[in-house]
């Protein structure tokens, strides 16, 4: 998944799910890139991914995660796109 500028050496992926451009992400701890292990949702379609080594992206069941508070976070990042999407949609901004 390729990064902007602050987030070199990732790289440019389509989404397993809806075949959108993967093409940027933003650590949510400020720090640069994403590592390995870092998860990621598609701005789009709220896939689940995780950062392999090469930063490649892997598709991961939100049920396979066992650290509660991971889950959780996620579920709730999730949630919150839902409602970006929701008031794109009716701003007209999203397909």
């Known amino acids: 998944m390729a990064m902007k500028d602050a987030n070199p050496g990732a790289k ?5 799910k809806c075949s ?3 093409d940027a992400c933003t650590n949510v701890t400020g720090e640069d890139g994403p590592s390995e292990g870092d ?3 598609c701005a789009y379609c709220g896939s689940l991914y995780t950062f392999d080594s090469q930063l490649d992206l892997v598709p991961v069941d939100l049920d396979s995660i066992q650290d509660t508070k991971i889950r959780n976070t996620l579920e709730m990042a999730r949630g919150a796109l ?3 999407q929701s008031a ?3 701003k007209g901004m999203m397909n």
């Open 12 to 16: 440019t992926t389509k989404c397993a």
């Open 20 to 22: 959108k451009v993967l």
């Open 39 to 41: 998860y990621t949702l």
């Open 82 to 84: 839902r409602v970006f």
């Open 88 to 90: 794109l949609q009716v």
